[in-house]
């Protein structure tokens, strides 16, 4: 092969990975709000199947929605941010941890409550950027309220993720960082994952009990 055939080849590959790339460079390059948009309409299209939307389906539905999380929060950053100054210190196996029950409790908390959804509707109101950070203003309008509910996000490998959201002034990362800055204040790492633990305990029986 000449050196013009080469180079022909060469640049047919780099045109061919272009266009293979094309579609992962899209998501990659999706705005703050178009990736939030993105999630919630997941969701609600989950909460809407009819397939899965019978006592039968509770599981499912859990399941679905719990598969998709990865995709638009940050649960390291959120983590980290709950826990403050003292994660720095906290060795990495503990970290993963800590991850894994706080995501847990997440899970149960809220995703039960994501379940009540009544046909509410999400108004993007506008997105602030600055650097690798984000913010997006909602509203959720209900039947008779609108609530006021911010979400933060963070660029990771290019894509945006939650790592924070803001219901009504309240800020589910400064409302736990409380939470677990009085335990750490008497306790370490292990007593605030076990503490974590008992509670999702709790919740896993008290939603046993209740189906």
Same mark, same amino acid.
């Given at each position: 092969?000449?050196?013009?055939?080469?180079?022909?080849?060469?640049?047919?590959?780099?045109?061919?990975?272009?266009?293979?790339? @094309?579609?992962?460079?899209?998501?990659?390059? &999706?705005?703050?709000?178009?990736?939030?948009?993105?999630?919630?309409?997941?969701?609600?299209? $989950?909460?809407?199947?009819?397939?899965?939307?019978?006592?039968? *389906?509770?599981?499912?539905? $859990?399941?679905? @929605?719990?598969?998709? /999380?990865?995709?638009?929060?940050?649960?390291?950053?959120?983590?980290?941010?709950?826990?403050?100054?003292?994660?720095?210190?906290?060795?990495?196996? %503990?970290?993963?941890? %800590?991850? /894994?029950?706080?995501?847990?409790?997440?899970?149960?908390?809220?995703?039960?409550?994501?379940?009540?959804?009544?046909?509410?509707?999400?108004?993007?109101?506008?997105?602030?950027?600055?650097?690798?950070?984000? &913010?997006? %203003?909602?509203?959720?309008? /209900?039947?008779?309220?609108?609530?006021?509910?911010?979400?933060?996000?963070?660029?990771?490998? *290019?894509?945006?993720?939650?790592?924070?959201?803001?219901?009504?002034?309240?800020?589910?990362?400064?409302?736990?960082?409380?939470?677990?800055?009085?335990? @750490?204040?008497?306790?370490?790492?292990? *007593? @605030?994952?076990?503490?974590?633990?008992?509670?999702?305990?709790?919740?896993?029986?008290?939603?046993?009990?209740?189906?």
């Amino acid at each position: 092969m000449n050196r013009k055939n080469r180079v022909q080849c060469s640049l047919a590959a780099i045109a061919l990975c272009a266009v293979l790339l @094309l579609p992962a460079l899209a998501v990659a390059e &999706m705005t703050p709000t178009e990736t939030l948009k993105e999630g919630v309409d997941k969701i609600i299209a $989950i909460l809407k199947d009819p397939s899965v939307n019978t006592d039968d *389906g509770k599981d499912k539905i $859990i399941q679905k @929605l719990s598969s998709m /999380a990865d995709d638009y929060f940050a649960f390291e950053q959120l983590t980290m941010r709950a826990v403050g100054r003292p994660w720095l210190k906290m060795p990495a196996e %503990l970290q993963e941890k %800590l991850v /894994a029950s706080f995501r847990k409790l997440l899970e149960l908390t809220y995703l039960k409550q994501i379940r009540q959804y009544d046909d509410e509707k999400v108004v993007y109101k506008r997105e602030m950027v600055k650097g690798s950070k984000a &913010m997006v %203003l909602t509203d959720v309008v /209900a039947k008779d309220k609108v609530f006021s509910v911010n979400y933060k996000l963070v660029k990771l490998d *290019g894509r945006w993720y939650v790592y924070d959201i803001i219901g009504e002034g309240i800020s589910l990362v400064k409302n736990y960082r409380s939470q677990f800055n009085e335990i @750490l204040h008497d306790s370490d790492t292990a *007593g @605030l994952i076990d503490r974590i633990n008992e509670r999702v305990a709790a919740l896993e029986a008290a939603q046993n009990k209740s189906e």
